[in-house]
């Protein structure tokens, strides 16, 4: 039972347009969503983060937007750059007693082209 | 250290062989994780521990995987009667205190072979 899906195995985009990385769950008792980002051969490293009481979290060129009813969330990089050709997971987590134990959905490649 | 610490970076081992695997965790941080990832799948939740206890176990897979961490800080994954089935990178993370909110920072992983 997959909680967190990223239904978009890969995306490629041209270096300075807009990257759109979208997430869907299915428990309304997930209550904070993060991005974490993976470069090969290394762990995955912290992007952003939103909590459910939010829709919009933005920092610099990362942005991400949180639509609770559609159980859905998204990940805006605008302008995206080379640098930023990754695998990118989003994870949840949930609900009273929240230890930080994170659900991932499967991941996005990312490719900026130049 | 300055980051999450996994040794070894990669390991093989024979089916049926024991392993350990272990993780240095950034110093202060009293939650630590462990996940596994297979190919082409995100990180799975296995166990974590808060101080020395380990205060959610729910993902190990079957008794075969185990995880101490004796003195609060360094954490061991031992699996017994390793299978093919076991291969995957196996990812430590540390946060400050655990719960909502708090950055996970991640080890490098530890990428597992069992042949």
């Known amino acids: 039972d997959q909680q967190v899906k990223q239904n978009s195995p890969s995306l490629s985009v041209q270096e300075g347009r807009i990257s759109i990385l979208n997430c869907d769950y299915t428990?309304?008792?997930?209550?904070?969503f993060l991005w974490y980002k993976k470069y090969p051969a290394e762990g995955p490293t912290f992007l952003i983060s939103?909590?459910?009481?939010?829709d919009k979290n933005e920092d610099g060129r990362f942005t991400v937007f949180l639509n609770k009813s559609a159980k859905h969330l998204s990940l805006h990089i605008v302008p995206s750059q080379p640098g930023d050709s990754a695998v990118y997971f989003c994870?949840?987590?949930?609900?009273?007693?929240?230890?930080?134990?994170?659900?991932f959905g499967q991941g996005t490649t990312l490719q900026v082209k130049p | 250290g300055a980051g999450v610490s996994q040794t070894p970076s990669n390991k093989v081992t024979e089916k049926g062989k024991y392993v350990e695997l272990r993780c240095d965790p950034i110093?202060?941080?009293?939650?630590l994780y462990w996940y596994r990832q297979s190919l082409g799948q995100g990180p799975e939740f296995l166990i974590y521990f808060q101080g020395t206890g380990a205060a959610d176990d729910s993902g190990l897979p079957n008794d075969r995987f185990f995880a101490v961490r004796p003195e609060g800080s360094v954490s061991t994954l031992k699996i017994q009667r390793t299978e093919r089935g076991d291969s995957a990178v196996y990812l430590c993370?540390?946060?400050?205190?655990?719960?909502?909110?708090?950055?996970?920072?991640f080890g490098q992983g530890t990428r597992l072979t069992v042949v």
């Open positions: 939103i909590s459910s009481i939010k």
């Open positions: 994870a949840a987590s949930k609900g009273s007693g929240n230890t930080g134990k994170l659900i």
């Open positions: 110093s202060g941080h009293t939650a």
């Open positions: 993370a540390s946060s400050l205190t655990g719960g909502p909110g708090t950055e996970a920072f």
């Open positions: 428990n309304s008792m997930f209550d904070y």
